[in-house]
């Protein structure tokens, strides 16, 4: 049986606040769990119901994670999503650097004050699926830890090297280490993506849902992208990580 | 002051079930509401902060809808969103009719058993976006009225024409009318997306989140499309919005 103070501790963990105190986060589900002991991320502790734990037990022996059986209604109690799903998992972050000399081949996506943690947790898996392994977000970009970012990445997160840091900094200094490597903004009213052939290695720069890339980061990019609407279409826009996929898609098929 | 049993009654919409038996549904937020209204759809009534009834007078002069000024904390109990948004609108369902002619130059979408009411809004939004005015949805699909689809639709749904049929009846009538006009089937495993050129008009149809689409209607289907992955991908799959919008981008890119 859990102790009160432990299912106290692991709903704190809700807050964004507090994981950054502690350094931990929750991964839920029974898939998301089993990427997650698959990668090289350190488990603190594990949550699950018997059944889970009974057919993970060859996972368990090779990870030798603590593992507490729970009931149903102690699931409840502690899961941070609105069903959970037989096991819950606290996760130590990891302290990944990012060294600029390791982005010189690579498609890299940089994130400008994103707000919504299911749009970054679907990017996450759109930049997996494309062969990215490093996004740099905003300061102010949602947290990759959010209980439903993590679970819109189905696994993902925990191949991807993330970091937040000032993006005019980063910007700087990529165009210091690559002088001749494209930095693509996605903008309303820019040029047409098939119309221009942008050739990989490059930096991909997605906005916020609300108010797009800021202008000065805008300025600092090398070209300006749009995805061109069909017809007279009606819709304003499209959402980021719908237009996020599209680019890197193309992006891909144009530097096969 | 709204009374107790018109709060009630809107709270009850908040159900398929009830919202099928009135034939209404809610839609939520300044832009869906300005959308809304430039719409042909029919308003049942408005319930609004005092600011946006008086910066929305002409519009609402031209709609002559029953407009109900409410505060705050009355917004708050009718919503059905986590963040209520100075407007909601009651609106009448509409009774579009499907004609098969009516298809015959069009790119058409049919979604099979889809079961998140976000990624239906997405799909909505995209299909906005690439000029695509008509989905079939299986009668299993989450209804198109549910409030977090409305939401995430950004105003498009009020532009698309939506049916709820058989889907294997429907491809079979389709097929009759059009039967040079290709099919293609979404999933995992077939055929490179890049490698084909497909032609429009045609039938696009996208699976569920956890099942693809169903074998029979698979089946019955004369391509089978995959979005190629970038190099040793460790993701499994993509967010079927996100692979409805690479698709859409490319058939229309391909069809120039």
């Known amino acids: 049986m859990l102790s009160a103070?432990?299912?106290?501790?692991?709903?704190?963990?809700?807050?964004?606040?507090?994981?950054?105190?502690?350094?931990?986060?929750?991964?839920?589900?029974?898939?998301?769990?089993?990427?997650?002991?698959?990668?090289?991320?350190?488990?603190?502790?594990i949550y699950a119901l018997p059944q889970w734990i009974a057919q993970n037990k060859t996972l368990l022996a090779k990870?030798?994670?603590?593992?507490?059986?729970?009931?149903?209604?102690?699931?409840?109690?502690?899961?941070?999503?609105?069903?959970?799903?037989?096991?819950?998992?606290?996760?130590?972050?990891?302290?990944?650097?990012?060294?600029i000399n390791t982005l010189k081949d690579k498609l890299v996506l940089a994130l400008d004050n994103l707000a919504d943690p299911g749009n970054l947790g679907t990017i996450i898996r759109v930049a997996d699926w494309f062969g990215i392994d490093t996004i740099i977000c905003s300061e102010n970009t949602v947290e990759q830890y959010n209980p439903k970012t993590v679970q819109a990445t189905m696994g993902s997160l925990f191949r991807l090297n993330m970091q937040y840091v000032?993006?005019?900094?980063?910007?700087?200094?990529?165009?210091?280490?690559?002088?001749t490597h494209p930095i693509a903004a996605a903008v309303l009213g820019g040029e047409d993506l098939y119309a221009q052939a942008l050739?990989?290695?490059?930096?991909?720069?997605?906005?916020s849902e609300s108010h797009g890339i800021s202008p000065a980061v805008v300025d600092m990019c090398t070209h300006k992208l749009t995805i061109p609407a069909y017809g007279a279409s009606g819709a304003e826009s499209l959402n980021v990580a719908v237009s996020t996929a599209i680019i890197c898609a193309e992006l891909r098929r144009q530097n096969k």
Chains 1, 2 share one sequence.
């Open 5 to 45: 103070a432990r299912i106290k501790f692991i709903r704190s963990l809700s807050t964004r606040k507090i994981r950054a105190a502690e350094r931990l986060f929750t991964v839920e589900g029974v898939k998301p769990v089993a990427e997650l002991l698959a990668s090289g991320y350190k488990v603190h502790s």
């Open 166 to 179: 000032s993006l005019e900094n980063f910007i700087e200094r990529y165009k210091t280490a690559y002088p």
């Open 63 to 99: 990870s030798k994670t603590e593992v507490n059986p729970v009931t149903d209604t102690e699931l409840e109690r502690i899961t941070q999503l609105s069903t959970p799903n037989q096991v819950l998992a606290l996760v130590f972050m990891p302290t990944n650097q990012l060294s």
């Open 199 to 207: 050739q990989t290695p490059c930096l991909l720069v997605m906005g």
